[in-house]
C-alpha cells in the first residue's frame, strides 16, 4: 500500500513525516498555472581540487561544461566545451559526481542538460562554480514555468473576495482540528511521480472549508489534493472576538512512501 510523504510548514519550520501529507501556506500575488514542471536543483555537489601543477605555475582560467540529468538525478555525459586542458580532468572528475533532484512533467522525473563553469582562480584556493541549467520546455535559466510559482518560490495568488481576509498558511496551520489525509494515486506509483501541490482554501466562519482553487501542481495529485482538503475543519478564526470568513493557502506533497 502506498501512502504520501508530506510535511506541514509552521512557523518558518518544516517537520517532514513519512507517509502522510500535510499542509503549509504562504502569501502572494495573482496568476494562474498552466503546465506543471519542476526544475532541477542540485542537492549534491563536488567541488573541483585545484590542480597542484597549475596551482605551481600560477596558472588560472575557466572551463566551460555541458552535461546530462539523467531522469534518477545522476550526471552523465559531461563534456568540455572550453578551457585549459590542464584543469579539464578536476572539473570533469567533480561534475560527474554531482547528484540532482531532476526535472520532472507533471510530477515524472525525465532528462534534461546543464551548462557549468568553473572558474579556477588562485586567490580563493577554491574554484567557482556557476550553472545554468536547460530543462525541456522551460525558459533559459532553469526557472520553471506555468506551473503557477513565483521567482522567489512563492506561489501567485488572486486577490481573496470582498469581505474576506488572507491569513499566513502557517497562521491557519495552528487553527486545524481535523485533516484528511489524501489519497496517493495508484496510477503514479509505477512511474514514481512526485510534486507539491498548492492550493487557495477559503475558509467560513463556521471552520469549514467551503471553496478550494488550485495554484500549481501535477494534474495527477490534484482532485486528490481537493477532495481531501474539503474535509478539513478549522477553529473559527477570530477578529476582535468575533469570527469571520478568511482564505490561506495549503501545500500538500505527493510521493510514494519506501516499499
Known amino acids: 500500500m502506498k501512502a504520501i510523504c508530506s510535511w506541514l510548514v509552521a512557523a518558518g519550520m518544516v517537520g517532514a513525516v513519512s507517509g502522510l501529507p500535510s499542509g503549509w501556506g504562504q502569501d502572494a500575488a495573482a496568476a494562474k498555472p498552466a503546465t506543471n514542471v519542476a526544475a532541477a536543483r542540485p542537492i549534491k555537489r563536488v567541488d573541483p581540487v585545484y590542480p597542484g601543477t597549475a596551482r605551481a605555475q600560477y596558472v588560472q582560467g575557466t572551463v566551460e561544461l555541458t552535461a546530462t540529468v539523467a531522469a534518477d538525478g545522476a550526471v552523465k555525459d559531461v563534456k568540455v566545451t572550453s578551457g585549459n586542458p590542464i584543469f579539464t580532468k578536476a572539473a570533469t572528475d567533480a561534475i560527474a559526481q554531482w547528484k540532482y533532484e531532476p526535472y520532472r512533467v507533471e510530477g515524472v522525473a525525465a532528462e534534461s542538460s546543464t551548462t557549468i563553469s568553473v572558474d579556477f582562480v588562485l586567490a580563493s584556493g577554491v574554484p567557482h562554480i556557476t550553472e545554468e541549467v536547460h530543462d525541456p520546455g522551460l525558459p533559459a535559466g532553469g526557472m520553471a514555468g506555468g506551473n503557477g510559482m513565483g521567482a522567489a518560490g512563492k506561489p501567485h495568488l488572486p486577490p481573496p473576495p470582498a469581505g474576506v481576509l488572507r491569513i499566513s498558511g502557517r497562521v491557519m496551520a495552528g487553527q486545524l482540528e481535523k485533516r484528511v489525509e489524501p489519497v496517493y494515486p ?59 470568513d478568511v482564505q490561506t493557502t495549503i501545500a500538500l506533497n505527493f510521493s510514494p512512501s519506501p516499499r
Do not use: C, H
Request: glycine letters at 6%; charged letters at 30%; a negative charge.
Open 186 to 244: 495508484a496510477d503514479s506509483v509505477a512511474v514514481d511521480a512526485r510534486g507539491d501541490v498548492v492550493l487557495l482554501a477559503t475558509i467560513a466562519k463556521t471552520g469549514e472549508v467551503n471553496d478550494v482553487q488550485v495554484v500549481s501542481g501535477p494534474d495527477r495529485f490534484r482532485d486528490a489534493a481537493m477532495e481531501a482538503v474539503k474535509q478539513w475543519r478549522y477553529k473559527p478564526y477570530l477578529v476582535e472576538g468575533e469570527p469571520v
